[in-house]
């Protein structure tokens, strides 16, 4: 029965009739949608949620119902990599982020010397190409391959120069000693996973930088934030509360936000 539903559902047929659609459904439904979704050109942008709630209204699906679905979509794309790929992808056809580099990230580099930087999760690249017109040499891995291509886009547009490899947090080849600068943007390493500082610290040169900045969900006191950050030394540390800080990936909300730079020692 499960197996019909769901054939009926992506060939259209009981989509827009009703709420009994199983996440399956729904997800193979949403890949489909993204699949043949057109990236908007360059310097255009639209909420992929706006996008994704005005398909489902037209093809008949009631404005609350398409909604729901759109929330839906949200917690199920945390399921897996490859959910998370297929909504970043959407995402990016539809310009997603901010085009200015990151305060925290502008703030530290004014008083470093170019070298080696790498960019996690580095998405449109507006950070690595920020560092590449400082004169670094950067690298940027990201899962969304329509993430890469915009960013490689926007590098030969400007004349930068950037690599950009497909890669996820836990297949990148980070080497050891590897870099000069580390930034992490709103990049899914979660704050308060003790693995992410252990990996950073093993690639980053000593004396190396990590710029981090996430919205979590948890409160860290800079205390817990100095246990969790072994071996480095925090330069800045901040744990701020909700409502005070923008995300600036998402203005129109507001966050709590962890911000940390730290030194390798
Ligand atoms: C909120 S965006 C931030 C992009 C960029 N750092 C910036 O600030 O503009 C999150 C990015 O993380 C990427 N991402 C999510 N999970 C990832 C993973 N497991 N490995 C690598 N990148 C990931 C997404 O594709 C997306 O580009």
Known sequence: MKMILS???????????????????????FERWTAELKALPPGERA???????????????????????HERI????????????????AAFKSGAGPDAPLELLRDTVAWLKPGRALDAGMGRGRNALYLASLGWDVTGYDIST????????????????????EARHDTFEFGESKWDLIICAYCYMRLGEEQWPALLHKALKPGGIVVFQTSTAT???????????????????????????????????????GKIVARRQ
Not at 47 to 56: A, C, E, F, I, T
Not at 74 to 89: F, G, I, M, N, Q
Not at 150 to 163: P, T
Not at 220 to 249: C, H, P, Y
Request: aromatic fraction near 8%; charge should be neutral.
């Open 7 to 29: 054939v009926l559902f992506c060939t259209g047929l009981v989509f827009a009739q009703g709420p009994a659609i199983d996440d399956d459904a729904l997800w193979a439904h």
């Open 47 to 69: 909420s992929m949620r706006d996008r994704y709630v005005k398909g489902l209204t037209e093809a008949g699906v009631a404005a609350d119902e398409a909604q729901t679905r």
């Open 74 to 89: 949200e917690k199920l794309r945390r399921a897996s990599t490859h959910r998370e790929r297929v909504y970043w992808d």
């Open 146 to 165: 329509d993430a890469l291509k915009a960013a490689q886009a926007h590098a030969a547009q400007a004349g930068l120069k950037i690599n950009a490899v």
């Open 219 to 257: 409160r860290f006191s800079v205390t817990d934030l100095a246990a969790l950050w072994k071996g480095f030394r925090l330069l800045r540390a901040e744990d701020l509360d909700a409502g005070m800080v923008v995300n600036d990936w998402s203005p129109s909300r507001v966050h709590p936000t």
